[in-house]
Structures are given as structure tokens and as C-alpha cells.
């Protein structure tokens, strides 16, 4: 077991019930330690608190006096990680059995083995992919007034509330662009992760790693502590930054956070991404964990229907289907999204020795209707090391736009 799982914490596990179980407090059995459970039908299935929404569950077994109040029932534990080593010691002439069901891939970092983060970079990355990561970070610095505030142990509510508004907003942003439905925007699943993450951050089971352009939230990551551990929960960033890849700067101020702090894995949680395979030194698979009373007809037949049931879940995911089916919901919820057209080539004319054309208009790039705007902005001030307080855009009554800045003139003309 790790030690201090978060998700196996009272306020954890009671924020969740009052969401999802009606506000009733976790049941108990004496053959397992720690563990808390609802029960969601009339069937004798029980269910670990947080169910899916945890991103690591881990139990083990009574073992002062080895109790029988498992009889007549079914367990089911949903993501426990291989790599927390769960092997719970059933002695050979009890009833109670365990079926695993390997279920999403997982990925984490491994850093005990660092002792700090340029050695962790060395054995990662090649020179090449070293010298671009770091690039990235410089450039993204260079070009804005950047700052990175980790809060973790010490919050305001209105600093919380701020930084929560920014957080639905860019996630809304950035699943919107990418047209696929993301659960963590169910209203009622969002309410949970608000109403839980403040007291967690307070009692250090919790943090929020913020990016700041000036005062406005451009990146957050929503993360949960163990002792050892940092899982990573939610991470976003405002995709008009695409072009300085922050989501690679967010890994590399995380990854430095825990060396700094001796936390020994970083983990990706659940689900295949590129960044992930790239970023991690450990595989693992998550399993659901069903342990059930192989004396009771019932159980032994409703435990075996759970596992066949996740097994073949997890052959359909194996096949991408569930992705198709976020792009498929999200197509229903959105029928009035417009046709998407061709996007428009652009190329920068360098103007810099040119006086600046009289009669022109200034555009505000923070307005909405200015993003497509605002994009090339981003990529004028990437290509030519110009910084964002430096500049200003320009329109013409043709509707030709002009970017100034400090050592840089440009028009932007189609191609």
C-alpha cells in the first residue's frame, strides 16, 4: 500500500458520497483495512467510494483476526495500479477469491532514481529533442510575462475561485476545438472536483499548478498527493499558446517540483497519449479488482458476470470504439456546430524598414472574435523573439492586418 492514498482520506471519500451516494458514510467490513464502500443496487455488490473518478486505489486484507464478513457479497475495486503491488495474501482454505480485470494502460514517472532534473533529462531524451524542450521553455518565457505558482497546502477561496473559473473555461476551450466530449465537464462531475480539491489542497492531498501570462491562468493542473506520489489528474492549457508548447513546460516544472520535493513517482494516470509515452520510464495497467464469496452461488455467478463484462469493455477500447464514441456524443450535444471551411494560409511580409501605414486601426487580441487573430500573433511573436508587452495589431479599411513590434514590422498576407 502507498502510504497516505488520498483517495482513501474521510474528506475524499465523503465530498464524493455527497455527490454520488446521497450523503451516506462509506461502509466498513472488518476482512478489509482502510477500504470504504457503497453498495448502488439491490444486489450484494459493493463498490469502493470514488469508483472511477480515483486515480489509484489500494487495500489489503485484515490481518489481526481474519473476519467472514465478506459471505454472500461481491467487491468490486475499480483502478487499482499494478505497480502499487496489491497482492492481497487470501489464505488457500478461505472462500473469498479475487478475479483482476486488466483494464486502461497507465503511465508514470519514475524518479527515485534522479537526484535532480537535468539527470532526468539526460537519460529520457536525446541531445536534439533536449535542446528543443528547452527552447520551447525559453521562447515561451522570453515572449510573455510568465510566472508558476504551485498551490499546495495554502489557498485563498477567492485565489480557488479564480483559478477554477479559468480552469473550466480553457478545458471547455480546449475539448471544443478537439470536438470530443470530456466527461470531467459533466456539471455534476465538475461540481465534485470544485467542491473536493480546496479542502485537499488545505490538508496536502491536493495541489494546483497554475501558468500565469501576466495575472490570467493560461495553464492548470489539478493533482492529487500520497506520500511517494503525484498523480495527475487534469491538465490544460489555453490552445492559443499551442504554438510555445506548454503542455511539455507544464511536465517539466512538475517533474522538477517532485525531485524538489523527493516524491518518487509522477504518475500520467490512466489512458494511452502520445505526451505520455514520450515523458514516462514505467508502464503499468490499471485492473479492476473483484473479490467475491466463491461458496455463494450468487456471488461466484455475479462476480464472474463482472469480470466477463470488463474484459470485453476493455477489448472494444482496444479497438478505439470509445473514442469514436466521444466524437459521436459530442456531435449530438453540438448539431449547430458550423461547417467547418478550409482554414486560410497565412505568410508574415516583413515591413520593417518601411514607415508604418498611416490610417490604421489597433485590434484588441483579447476580444473573442479576434482569436484566429490572435493565433498568428502568437506564432509572430514565437518566430521573430518578440515579447508580448511589445506588441500591438493593427487593421486597414481593406481589412489587411499589420503586427508591430518592438524590433519587428510585419504584414500578414494570404497565400
Not at 31 to 55: E, Q
Not at 129 to 158: H, P, Q, W
Not at 168 to 192: G, M, V
Not at 198 to 206: D, F, Q, R
Request: proline residues 3%.
Amino acid at each position: 500500500m502507498i502510504q497516505n492514498n488520498p483517495f482513501l482520506s474521510d474528506t475524499y471519500t465523503s465530498i464524493w458520497s455527497k455527490h454520488f451516494d446521497h450523503g451516506k458514510k462509506p461502509i466498513k467490513f472488518n476482512f478489509l483495512k482502510n477500504t470504504g464502500f457503497c453498495r448502488p443496487t439491490s444486489l450484494p455488490l459493493f463498490v469502493n467510494s470514488g469508483k472511477t473518478l480515483t486515480k489509484g486505489m489500494d487495500y489489503s486484507l485484515g490481518s489481526e483476526q481474519y473476519s467472514d464478513d465478506y459471505k454472500n457479497k461481491v467487491f468490486l475495486i475499480y483502478d487499482v495500479p499494478a505497480y502499487f503491488n496489491i497482492k492481497p495474501l487470501i489464505p488457500s482454505d478461505s472462500a473469498l477469491k479475487l478475479y483482476q480485470s486488466k483494464q486502461y494502460p497507465g503511465f508514470s514517472v519514475e524518479l527515485g532514481q534522479y537526484s535532480n532534473f537535468n539527470e532526468y533529462m539526460l537519460s529520457t531524451f536525446s541531445k536534439s529533442s533536449r535542446y528543443k524542450l528547452n527552447k520551447y521553455k525559453k521562447r515561451f518565457e522570453a515572449c510573455f510575462d510568465v510566472s508558476y505558482k504551485m498551490y499546495y497546502g495554502d489557498i485563498t477561496k477567492e485565489e480557488y475561485d479564480t483559478i477554477f473559473d479559468s480552469f473550466k473555461e480553457l478545458l471547455t476551450k480546449r475539448f471544443d476545438d478537439k470536438q470530443i466530449t470530456n466527461n470531467n465537464l459533466d456539471p455534476e462531475e465538475w461540481q465534485f472536483y470544485y467542491d473536493v480539491a480546496y479542502p485537499l489542497i488545505l490538508e496536502n492531498k491536493a495541489s494546483l499548478f497554475v501558468i500565469y501570462d501576466g495575472k490570467k491562468p493560461i495553464g492548470v493542473t489539478l493533482s492529487y498527493h500520497s506520500d511517494s506520489v503525484l498523480f495527475d489528474a487534469i491538465t490544460v492549457f489555453d490552445i492559443d499558446y499551442a504554438k510555445f508548447h506548454l503542455g511539455s513546460v507544464t511536465i517539466m516544472k512538475l517533474i522538477e517540483y517532485c525531485l524538489s520535493q523527493k516524491i518518487e513517482v509522477f504518475d500520467f494516470s490512466k489512458g494511452y497519449f502520445d505526451y505520455k509515452t514520450r515523458w514516462s520510464n514505467k508502464t503499468y495497467d490499471f485492473e479492476y479488482h473483484i473479490l467475491y464469496d466463491s461458496a455463494s452461488f450468487t456471488s461466484k455467478t455475479l462476480a464472474f458476470g463482472l469480470k466477463s463484462f470488463f474484459d470485453f469493455k476493455q477489448k472494444l477500447r482496444d479497438k478505439n470504439v470509445n473514442e469514436r464514441l466521444h466524437r459521436f456524443t459530442y456531435k449530438l450535444k453540438n448539431r449547430k456546430t458550423e461547417v467547418k471551411t478550409p482554414e486560410t494560409q497565412f505568410k508574415f511580409d516583413d515591413i520593417s524598414s518601411d514607415p508604418i501605414p498611416s490610417g490604421l486601426t489597433e485590434i484588441d487580441l483579447n476580444l473573442s472574435e479576434n482569436h484566429k487573430i490572435k493565433t498568428l500573433a502568437f506564432e509572430f511573436l514565437y518566430l521573430n523573439d518578440e515579447c508580448s508587452i511589445n506588441l500591438k495589431a493593427f487593421t486597414d479599411a481593406s481589412n489587411q492586418y499589420y503586427f508591430i513590434g518592438k524590433t519587428k514590422k510585419v504584414k500578414i498576407s494570404k497565400t
